[in-house]
């Protein structure tokens, strides 16, 4: 068997809907990272802040994608 810590947040956040897009732009971008083993973020995803990532990955994706 395996075990690894978790990191797991006491509190919980919700974002606006520009700051969920440039969060998500954040995490992809380390996400990319060799170094970054993995990401965590208390942000409450609700599905609005599911849509607004979402619409960030379309639009960087731009109309051809």
């Given amino acids: 068997?395996?075990?690894?810590?978790?990191?797991?947040?006491?509190t919980s956040v919700q974002?606006?809907?520009a700051q969920v897009m440039t969060l998500g732009k954040l995490l992809?971008?380390?996400?990319?990272?060799e170094d970054v083993q993995g990401t965590g973020t208390?942000?409450?995803?609700?599905?609005?802040?599911?849509?607004?990532a979402e619409r960030g990955r379309a639009e960087k994706a731009g109309p051809f994608a």
Avoid: G, H, M
């Fill in 1 to 10: 068997t395996r075990s690894q810590i978790a990191w797991v947040p006491k």
């Fill in 15 to 17: 974002l606006t809907d």
């Fill in 28 to 33: 992809e971008a380390l996400d990319v990272l």
């Fill in 42 to 52: 208390n942000l409450e995803w609700t599905d609005a802040a599911l849509a607004a």
